[in-house]
């Protein structure tokens, strides 16, 4: 099992940024793509940004893009997205994820508790 623990959200004004990391323990997080995710309410849960496990081709929805950036230290087995220029539209519940494989979206292997990320207007 590889667990995965979410922090850093919070309330932020929009335009405002937030960080979030995402700690991970229990298998070699090296060997995982790491993705980060969101739900808002009543709407279905999102792709929003990806990593390779290597640390490369970073991806993300066209939503976020030129805004958010994901990153990975795999010495500190974390995976963070650093998000800047906050939107009101961005509130949602945000959750990082592992895969054994590099895609976009889901299905993936573990999910963390996700962390809420509200941005006010």
């Known amino acids: 099992q590889l667990q995965l623990v979410e922090s850093g959200g919070g309330l932020v004004q929009a335009g405002g940024s937030l960080r979030l990391s995402c700690a991970a323990s229990g298998r070699t997080f090296s060997r995982y793509t790491m993705g980060w995710f969101r739900q808002a309410p009543g709407k279905e849960r999102e792709f929003v940004a990806v990593i390779k496990a290597s640390g490369t081709s970073p991806r993300y929805v066209d939503s976020v893009k030129g805004r958010f950036t994901i990153s990975r230290d795999n010495a500190k087995n974390t995976v963070y997205l650093q998000m800047n220029s906050l939107k009101p539209e961005d509130t949602a519940l945000y959750y990082c994820?592992?895969?054994?494989?590099?895609?976009?979206?889901?299905?993936?292997?573990?999910w963390g508790q996700g962390t809420q990320v509200t941005v006010s207007s």
């Open positions: 994820a592992a895969n054994s494989y590099y895609q976009v979206g889901g299905p993936y292997d573990y």
